[in-house]
């Protein structure tokens, strides 16, 4: 079949038809409509199939995006999805909360002027396509094989990790310590950005495929690191990490000073139906309130969008850089100011006060000075630039550092780097110990879906190695029973 590609020239950039502001501020549904099949293929033209696809390069799991774009121009939309899929575990998820603009589409090589191919929103069109016409299936491994693997943690690192061991024919359980599966996914995301059916059906179709998920098992707390240890033939650690960063100024410690994750997980379980009890009593609910966020990342912008859903009166997110230095992503910027959040750019609180609770904050201008390591330029508080807001309720998007998980598993062998995550060999992703490999968050710090997806998939490959070329061995199995 021939199909015209190169169609930038002709065709303009577009993205789905997003919900007009006012309709998407009485919800927590996504904000982004479906590409109908004719702007899919449309979009996916556009593509001009480069030799060298820089997409591909940045992608965390190197889609082979000019393949899938061709077939979806094509409207070899069965096709698109079997490519798609053999690179992502999840390319619905990627393709609706990627920061394409620091990844593929931020490296498309279409000339300036024409912007890049919508390649995130294709990539989602096809798989949303996929299930809707019944394509995904769950994993049938033509040979099953009797070795076991104990994954902990049910994020997105563990579970593509599960699925890809579980496609050679491995027992596959992950433990998990909330009730439901999917990690940052289904708590820390708001929906707006990742509905949660989209997470549930991905964990509905593993455990038809034959893994088998311990929720509410909290591995150090339920059962010893140890135990699972001596249960399976190999071990892979995908806990994550989510030790708020804290701020050091006076007041922080009043009640009304929220972490992010505590304020998004409450948000993302009442809308997942649960009885919230610190959200039904207004503590932890943006509701009339005057909210200040603190921070100048995604986690920031997932708070300040969530924050004026929850119906308060204003919401002001400080960020110490100027916007062109800010760590998240431009587009989820917009959104938020779309969404009526007001930014204090060059901004940061130094002093909270309250009688009971919090009730002004006291905010000081920086100036930005010379760049740092990371390449962005470091702000110096001024002292004569100080004002003064009043807040009913602050929240800190600070970011994230892993636990002292090695202590909490009591299980000091594993050995941990200097900013507290788990020492791999890169290359197999193996700890300190034989057997026990990690990835994710754990691994990396705070970073994203697609790559804790990758770091899953290639901690599977070597768990495969591990247990293959360890054959004889009973790994690191004993006979104990759960
Ligand atoms: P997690 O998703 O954190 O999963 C770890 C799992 O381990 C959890 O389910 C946890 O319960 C479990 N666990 C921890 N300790 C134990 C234990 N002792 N026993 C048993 N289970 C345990 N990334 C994007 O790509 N796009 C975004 O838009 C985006 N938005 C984000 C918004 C927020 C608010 C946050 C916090 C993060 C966001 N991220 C985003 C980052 C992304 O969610 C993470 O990088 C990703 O989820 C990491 O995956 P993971 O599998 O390593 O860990
Ligand atoms: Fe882009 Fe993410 Fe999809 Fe890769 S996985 S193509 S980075 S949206
Ligand atoms: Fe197509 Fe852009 Fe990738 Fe080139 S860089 S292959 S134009 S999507």
């Keep these: 079949m021939t199909t015209k590609l190169l169609q930038f020239v002709n065709e303009k950039q577009s993205m789905p038809e997003k919900r007009i502001t006012k309709k998407r501020l009485k919800d927590f549904k996504e904000i982004y409509k479906q ?59 990627c393709g609706s909360i990627c920061p394409q603009d620091r990844l593929c589409e931020g490296n498309c090589v279409i000339e300036k002027g024409f912007e890049s191919v919508t390649i995130g929103r294709v990539e989602k069109h096809i798989t949303d396509t996929a299930w809707e016409k019944g394509w995904v299936k769950p994993v049938n491994p033509p040979i099953e094989n ?9 994020g997105p690192a563990g579970m593509a990790a599960a699925e890809q061991l579980r496609k050679k024919g491995y027992q596959i359980e992950i433990y998990d310590r909330y009730d439901r599966a999917g990690g940052l996914m289904i708590y820390g995301i708001p929906n707006f950005k990742l509905e949660k059916y989209v997470v549930e059906r991905r964990t509905q179709i593993l455990k038809k495929g034959g893994i088998v998920f311990h929720q509410n098992f909290e591995v150090g707390k339920t059962k010893s690191f140890d135990h699972l240890r001596k249960k399976h033939n190999a071990i892979l650690i995908a806990t994550g990490v989510y030790k708020a960063r804290d701020l050091d100024i006076p007041g922080v410690k009043l009640p009304n000073v929220f972490s992010a994750l505590d304020f998004l997980i409450t948000s993302n379980r009442k809308g997942l139906g649960d009885d919230v009890p610190n959200f039904d ?55 938020a100011e779309e969404e009526g959040v007001e930014f204090n750019w060059l901004s940061t609180p130094v002093n909270i006060f309250g009688n009971k609770q919090v009730e002004t904050i006291e905010v000081a201008k920086v100036k930005l000075g010379k760049p740092d390591t990371s390449g962005r330029d470091t702000p110096k508080i001024l002292v004569n630039g100080i004002s ?23 299980y000091p062998l594993l050995k941990v780097t200097q900013w507290g995550t788990i020492k791999v060999d890169h290359k197999t992703m193996m700890t300190s110990e034989p057997g026990i490999f990690a990835a994710g968050d754990i691994v990396r710090g705070g970073s994203l879906v697609v790559w804790a997806i990758k770091d899953g998939r290639d901690a599977a490959e070597s768990i495969n190695n591990y247990l293959s070329n360890n054959a004889s061995e009973e790994n690191l199995k004993q006979s104990v029973s759960v």
């Excluded at 096709?79 to 798609?84: D, I």
């Excluded at 009797?146 to 049910?154: D, E, F, R, V, Y």
């Design 281 to 335: 009593n207004g503590k932890l609910n943006a509701e009339k309130k005057n909210v200040v966020v603190v921070g100048g990342g995604d986690t920031a912008m997932d708070c300040v969008r969530t924050a004026v859903r929850q119906g308060a009166i204003r919401v002001i997110c400080l960020y110490r850089r100027n916007k062109e230095n800010m760590p998240g992503s431009m587009r989820e910027v917009s959104h």
């Design 146 to 154: 009797n070795k076991s693997i104990g994954i902990i943690g049910a």
């Design 35 to 93: 590409f109908d099949e004719k702007e899919a293929k449309k979009q996916a033209s556009r593509c001009s199939q480069c030799g060298i696809p820089f997409c591909q390069v940045h992608c965390p799991v190197q889609n082979n995006i000019p393949d899938w774009l061709k077939l979806a121009a094509e409207n070899r939309l069965k096709e698109a999805y079997e490519v798609s899929q053999s690179t992502n575990n999840f390319p619905e998820i």
């Design 388 to 410: 003064k807001l009043k807040v009913d309720m602050v929240i800190k998007a600070l970011g994230f550092d892993p636990e002292p998980l090695p202590k909490l598993f009591n």
